[in-house]
C-alpha cells in the first residue's frame, strides 16, 4: 500500500502530538525528583544533598514561606509566583531558571506538586488577596527625589544602608526566619535582586515583602504612589533602567588613561576622574581546598591612571560592613567545607544542621594536609550563637524609642498605617516577621548577630611576576611553579601593602625586596576604596608598558564572611590595556592614504583618456 | 548556517541565469554574493583574516576566468574604458573618483580609533590526553580504559541506579557551581570564567568523548591540561585532590543518564 503525502503528514502529526503528550504527562513528582529533589530535598524540606553548600538556602517548602509573591505579607504565593520563580530562577543565587528546560504543562504540574508540601496552600485563610500591580507612572527627577526622602522616613536605610549599598547599621545582625543570617539586597545592583530587577518587579518586592526574612511588605502600609516613590529611588540608585530589567555592567578589560599631571595619591578619587570604569565579576574559590562556596562580594569596580613615570590603580568594592581589628593573609590555611560548617553551632539552629552530614570533616580533600588547622582558635560564630539576643537588633529597636523612628513605633504604636505595627498586630497569621523576630530575640536562636571576626577585610591585585613572552600565563589561582605572580596584598586592618609572589596556592612567599607600593585605603558608606601607586617600569617583577595588555587579576577577602586564604572571592585573568601617551593623530595618515588614491584614480583616467579618448566603443 | 543570506545569495545567483547581465555586473555580483556568505552565512563567524584570504582566492579566480576567454576580457574591458572616457559618465566618474579617497580614509581613521580588545587565547576545547595518568596510585592507560562501572548497566541494572544516584550527589555537591542544575554549563559563577564551563548538553561534549576522557579531565581538571588547552586559565579543578575514583566513575555515570548520552565505546585495534 502506498500512503499518500497526505496521510503521511498526518500520521507524523499524530505520532509528535502523542510524543507531546506523553512528556507532558511525566507527573510533577518526576520532575520534582529529577530537578528540585537534589537542592530541596525529596520530601521538599530544603535539606537536598547540595544544602550545605547554599546561601541562601534552598527553600523549605514544607514551611510555606516564600520569598517572591503577589501576595501580602505573611500570605502564601499565587500559582503565577511559583511559575515564575521556576521559570527565570533567582538570580544570584543556586535556583537556576528552567524556562529553556521545562514545558509550560510541566511546570504546571511541578507547581501543583509544590504545593503538595504545605497545608497553607489548602488554608484560605493563609490565600492572602492578589496584590495588583498597577502600570507604573512616569519615572521622573520628582519621583525620584520624593522617593529618596520617603526612604528616609521609611527606614529602609537601617539595613540597606544611607544610599542602598547594603551596610545598614542592622545589616550584620540580620537573620532569617532559621536564625541564619541573611544578606541585605545592594541596592546598586539590581542584577543581584532576587525578584527581579524591573520596576515592576521592585514594586512587588516593595509591596509583598519577603516571607521569612526581615524585608517587610508595604501593601496597604504606604500610598501606592509612595511606593512607586522608593522604587523609582531605588532604580536611580541602580543606574536608572526605567524599560526592562538592567543588566550587570561586566567588562573584560581595564583601560589605564594616560595622564599628564602628576600621580598624586592624596587627591584620591578625583586622580580617576575620567578614566574608564572596568568592573569585573567575582565568584567564590572553589578550585582547591579551603574552598568559599558563597562570597560575600560579587564585583570590583577597577580604575587606572598613569604618566610617564607611575601608574596607579583604584579598586572599589560593596562591603556590609568593614572588618579591621583582627589578621588575613593570602596564605592563612582555610578549612575545608565540611570543617567550615563545624564551625557554626548547628545545636542552635532549628532543624538542625542541613543536608548531609559530614563523612569525615577532619580529612576532605586535605590536600595540604591539616584542613582544620586555622590560625584562630576562638570560632567566632559559636559565640555569637552563644551570645544569644545580646546583639539583637530587634531589642535595640524595641528600646530605641526616637519619636520619627518607625521601628520604635511599632513596638509601641499599632496604628493602621504603620507597617511595623500591622505586623505586630497581626501576630496571629504566621507570616508576620517583626512578631516571629522579637520571639527569637528572647527564645529562638541568633546566628553570627554581628560579632566582631578574626580576619579582616583584604584585597589583593594579581600580575603575572614577569611579562608573558608567548600565550601561557600563570595559573590564575596564585600562579604556578614555574609562572609566579605578585600580589599586592593589603590587609585593610593593618598598615601599608604586603607583596606575596604566588607560585600556587600552597606557595605564596613574602616578596622579597623590588618595588616600592605605596596604597591609601578608605571605607565609606559602604565601599572600600584602595588605591595602588607603583613606578611603571620594575626590575624584579612586571613592568607596564605603553601600547601592551598586561594580565590582571583580583581576590576579595570578607572578614564578616570569615574569608582568609584560599576561603576568599576571585576573578579569572582579565587585560589591562595601558594607553600610549600619545595618542597617534589619525589625520596625517588619512590624507597620505586619500591624495595618494586621488592621484593614481587622475593618473588612470588620465592614460586611459590618451589612449581610448577618439575611440567610440559604446553607445 | 544562516539558510536565510545563503538562500537569497543562491536565489540571486539563479536569477542571474535569465536576466543575463553583462560580464562586469556578473563577476561584482559573485564576488559580493560569496562575501555575504562567508560574513554573514554562518552562526559562528568567520574571522576577518579567513575571510579576507578566501576573498583573495575568489578575486584571483574570477581575474583568470575573465582571461580565459578574449571575448571575456572585451566584455569587462570595454565598460570601464567607457566610464572613464566618455561624457557622458563624467558626473559619475567625479563622485566615485572621491567617494574611493573619502572611504580609504575613513577605514584609516577607523582602524586607528577603534577600542582596544583584550587579546583573546584560540584554546583547543579537547586537548589529546596523555597515554596515561596515575591517580590516587593507581595507574590509568587513557586507551583502553573504560568506566569499570558501565557494565553493570547490564548485569546489575538495582546496583548501576543506585551509582547513578550516588554520582548525582556527588554533582550537586561539587559540579553545580559552573556547570549548572541541568548540565547546560549555566551555574551560578558561569558568568565570571573564561573558557566557560562546559555544557555537557552540548552533542559536542561527552555525547563524542570516551568516558576514560572525562575521567582524565575530571581527574587531573586544568592543571593536568597540556599547553593547547590554557591551562592557566580554566577553573576545573583537578578532582582528586576531592574526590575518590569511584566517586569520579559514578559522576560520569550520572552525566549520561542525566543527558541520556551514551559514550564513545572504546576502539579496538
Known amino acids: ?619 | 548556517m544562516n539558510l536565510l543570506v545563503i538562500s537569497a545569495i543562491l536565489a540571486a545567483m539563479v536569477g542571474m541565469r535569465f536576466l543575463k547581465p553583462s560580464m562586469l555586473a556578473w563577476i561584482a555580483i559573485w564576488w559580493l554574493g560569496m562575501f555575504a556568505i562567508l560574513e554573514f552565512g554562518f552562526a559562528v563567524p568567520i574571522p576577518a583574516s579567513v575571510i579576507k584570504i578566501y576573498m583573495g582566492i575568489i578575486t584571483l579566480s574570477l581575474i583568470a576566468y575573465v582571461l580565459t576567454d578574449p571575448e571575456r576580457v572585451e566584455q569587462v574591458w570595454n565598460p570601464i574604458v567607457a566610464f572613464t572616457v566618455e561624457k557622458r559618465f563624467q558626473p559619475l566618474l567625479v563622485v566615485v573618483g572621491l567617494l574611493i579617497p573619502c572611504v580609504v580614509a575613513w577605514s584609516i581613521y577607523a582602524d586607528m580609533t577603534k577600542s582596544k580588545q583584550a587579546p583573546s587565547f584560540a584554546r583547543t576545547v579537547h586537548p589529546a590526553p596523555p597515554d596515561q595518568i596515575t591517580v590516587h596510585d593507581t595507574d590509568y592507560p587513557l586507551g583502553f580504559a573504560d568506566n569499570p562501572y558501565r557494565t553493570l548497566e547490564a548485569s546489575a541494572p538495582e546496583e548501576f541506579a543506585a551509582r547513578v544516584q550516588a554520582g548525582r550527589d556527588v554533582y550537586y555537591s561539587n559540579c553545580l557551581w559552573c556547570h549548572g542544575d541541568v548540565m547546560a554549563g549555566e551555574g551560578m559563577f558561569a558568568h565570571a570564567l573564561n573558557p566557560i564551563p562546559t555544557s555537557f548538553e552540548d552533542p559536542g561534549t561527552i555525547a563524542m568523548l570516551r568516558e576514560a576522557f572525562l575521567f582524565w579531565r575530571i581527574a587531573k581538571g586544568a592543571p593536568g591540561m597540556p599547553d593547547e588547552g590554557g591551562p592557566w586559565e580554566s577553573a576545573m579543578p583537578a578532582w582528586e585532590n576531592f574526590l575518590s575514583e569511584e566517586e569520579m566513575w559514578n559522576v560520569i555515570l550520572f552525566l549520561y543518564d542525566f543527558t541520556d548520552y551514551k559514550p564513545r565505546a572504546v576502539e579496538l585495534h
Open chain 1, 1 to 619: 500500500m502506498r500512503w499518500s503525502h497526505s496521510s503521511r503528514v498526518l500520521v507524523l502529526g499524530i505520532f509528535l502530538c502523542l510524543l507531546a503528550g506523553a512528556v507532558a504527562a511525566q507527573d510533577g513528582e518526576a520532575l520534582y525528583a529529577k530537578y528540585c529533589s537534589q537542592c530541596h530535598g525529596d520530601s521538599g524540606d530544603g535539606m537536598g544533598v547540595a544544602a550545605p553548600f547554599l546561601k541562601p538556602a534552598p527553600r523549605d517548602f514544607t514551611s510555606g514561606k516564600y520569598k517572591i509573591r503577589r501576595t501580602p505579607t505573611g500570605s502564601m504565593p499565587l500559582d503565577e509566583d511559583l511559575e515564575r520563580v521556576i521559570k527565570v530562577g533567582l538570580p544570584y543565587t543556586a535556583m537556576p531558571g528552567f524556562e529553556k528546560v521545562l514545558s509550560d504543562s510541566q511546570v504546571d504540574s511541578l507547581v501543583a506538586h509544590l504545593k503538595t508540601f504545605s497545608a497553607d496552600f489548602e488554608d484560605p485563610e493563609a490565600l492572602g488577596e492578589p496584590i495588583e500591580i498597577p502600570s507604573p507612572p512616569p519615572y521622573t527627577p520628582e519621583s525620584v527625589e520624593r522617593g529618596a526622602q520617603l526612604y528616609v522616613e521609611t527606614g529602609c536605610g537601617r539595613c540597606h544602608g544611607e544610599i542602598g549599598y547594603g551596610d545598614g547599621g542592622s545589616a550584620p545582625t540580620l537573620v532569617d526566619d532559621w536564625g541564619v543570617h541573611i544578606k541585605v539586597a545592594d541596592l546598586s545592583m539590581p542584577w543581584t535582586f532576587r525578584g527581579g530587577g524591573t520596576r515592576q518587579d521592585i514594586f512587588r518586592t516593595m509591596s509583598s515583602g519577603f516571607n521569612g526574612t526581615p524585608m517587610p511588605g508595604f501593601h496597604g502600609a504606604l500610598p501606592t504612589e509612595d511606593i512607586w516613590g522608593i522604587v523609582d529611588y531605588i532604580v536611580s540608585l541602580g543606574g536608572g533602567t526605567v524599560e526592562g530589567a538592567p543588566e550587570a555592567p561586566y567588562t573584560s578589560l581595564l583601560v589605564s588613561q594616560g595622564i599628564e599631571d602628576e600621580v598624586d595619591l592624596s587627591k584620591g578619587a578625583e586622580l580617576f576622574v575620567g578614566a574608564q570604569e572596568a568592573v569585573f565579576p567575582l565568584v567564590g574559590q572553589i578550585i582547591e581546598p579551603g574552598r568559599n562556596f558563597f562570597p560575600a562580594t560579587t564585583s570590583v569596580s577597577v580604575k587606572a591612571v598613569h604618566n610617564t613615570e607611575e601608574i596607579a590603580f583604584m579598586v572599589r568594592w560593596h562591603d556590609m560592613r568593614a572588618e579591621t581589628i583582627g589578621i588575613n593573609g593570602p596564605d592563612l590555611r582555610a578549612p575545608e567545607w565540611m570543617a567550615q560548617l563545624d564551625e557554626i553551632d548547628w545545636a542552635s539552629v532549628p532543624g538542625g544542621r542541613p543536608g548531609m552530614t559530614p563523612a569525615d570533616g577532619g580529612d576532605e580533600g586535605g590536600l595540604w594536609g591539616d584542613a582544620e588547622g586555622d590560625g584562630g582558635g576562638d570560632d567566632p560564630w559559636g559565640d555569637a550563637a552563644a551570645d544569644d539576643g545580646a546583639e539583637d537588633p530587634w531589642g535595640d529597636a524595641a528600646t530605641d524609642d526616637g519619636a520619627e523612628d518607625p521601628w520604635g513605633d511599632a513596638a509601641t504604636d499599632d496604628g493602621a498605617e504603620d507597617p511595623w505595627g500591622d505586623a505586630a498586630a497581626d501576630e496571629g497569621s504566621g507570616g508576620d516577621f517583626w512578631g516571629d523576630e522579637e520571639g527569637a530575640a528572647v527564645a529562638g536562636p541568633t546566628l553570627a548577630s554581628g560579632p566582631e571576626t578574626e580576619f579582616n577585610d583584604a584585597i589583593a591585585l594579581q600580575f603575572p611576576l614577569s611579562m608573558p613572552t608567548g600565550v601561557r600565563k600563570p595559573y590564575f589561582l596564585f600562579g604556578d611553579a614555574q609562572n609566579a605572580v605578585d600580589l599586592w596584598f593589603v590587609d585593610l586592618g593593618s598598615d601599608g601593602i604586603q607583596r606575596y609572589t604566588g607560585r600556587g596556592s600552597a606557595a605564596i612567599a613574602p616578596a622579597e625586596g623590588g618595588d616600592r607600593v605605596e596604597i591609601i585605603k578608605s571605607y565609606e558608606q559602604g565601599v572600600w576604596t584602595v588605591i595602588y601607586k607603583r613606578k611603571l617600569v620594575s626590575r624584579s617583577s612586571i613592568s607596564f608598558s605603553e601600547d601592551s595588555f598586561v594580565p590582571i587579576a583580583f581576590s576579595v577577602w570578607d572578614g564578616f564572611n570569615r574569608e582568609r586564604g584560599n576561603k576568599r572571592g576571585l576573578t579569572r585573568w582579565f587585560s589591562l590595556y595601558v594607553e600610549p601617551l600619545e595618542k597617534p593623530d589619525p589625520m596625517a595618515p588619512m590624507l597620505k592614504a586619500g591624495l595618494g588614491v586621488l592621484g593614481l584614480e587622475l593618473l588612470i583616467v588620465f592614460l586611459m583618456r590618451r589612449r581610448f579618448g577618439n575611440k567610440k566603443l559604446i553607445g
